[in-house]
């Protein structure tokens, strides 16, 4: 069972995922990068900080997976 932070910074990441695939996919993107840009950057900082923690946390440790990133959290 992961620990509450880890399901927040999933959540997080799942957001900014979406943000940024609306913005891929707009109408405006054409025209302008910029606002995709600005999402695809803040989507990787969400997966950075869920990377970040699952190094640390004990929950999100499998055995056998170490090493491995995982969003299935």
Do not use: W
Request: a positive charge; aromatic letters at 6%.
């Amino acid at each position: 069972m992961p620990c509450l932070p880890c399901k927040d910074l999933n959540r997080v990441f799942v957001l900014a995922h979406k943000h940024y695939d609306m913005a891929r996919n707009s109408p405006f993107y054409l025209v302008s990068t910029e606002i995709a840009a600005r999402m695809q950057v803040d989507m990787e900082r969400a997966r950075t900080a869920l990377f970040e923690h699952q190094r640390a946390c004990m929950s999100a440790i499998v055995p056998g997976t170490i090493g491995q990133n995982s969003l299935a959290n």
